[in-house]
């Protein structure tokens, strides 16, 4: 009695299971050093040409700085009283907390330092302002 052999054929299937392992090693690694090459602040730089806001849109919140480094916030019109950091901080976050959509905008004198402005930024996305617009002159 004689065996027959079945010859096997050759199978052309790749095994893709390595290549798993690494894709989601690479991803984990991915992951994990994303947060910590993410620095600066989230700004909406306004456009060259851009057109003023809506005066359908919401009143937005306007956070001042003037040439000495005296902070003012402006919500429903104008306020003219100098605050400290901490109290502009108190008062934009109320104010989000009823209305997250309310634009925040920064408004700063010419000669004030770019530092100023920075942490006038900081403080104002520490009081949860999604993003913060910068108030210009228009050319003329």
């Not at 919140?61 to 902070?71: H, K, M, Q, V």
Request: hydrophobic share 45%.
């Amino acid at each position: 009695m004689q065996m027959q052999r079945r010859k096997r054929k050759p199978v052309a299937e790749i095994n893709v299971v390595p290549y798993i392992d690494v894709m989601l090693v690479l991803l984990i690694i991915f992951m994990v050093t994303a947060p910590l090459v993410t620095q600066g602040v989230k700004v909406d730089l306004p456009q060259a040409d851009s057109q003023p806001l809506d005066e359908d849109s919401k009143q937005p919140i306007i956070a001042s700085i003037d040439a000495e480094g005296l902070y003012f916030i402006s919500t429903e019109g104008d306020s003219k009283t100098p605050m400290t950091a901490t109290d502009l901080a108190v008062v934009v976050a109320a104010q989000l907390q009823v209305d997250p959509q309310i634009p925040v905008i920064v408004k700063a004198d010419r000669k004030i330092a770019y530092e100023h402005v920075v942490d006038l930024m900081v403080l104002l996305q520490r009081a949860g302002a999604p993003s913060v617009g910068l108030m210009t002159e228009p050319k003329n």
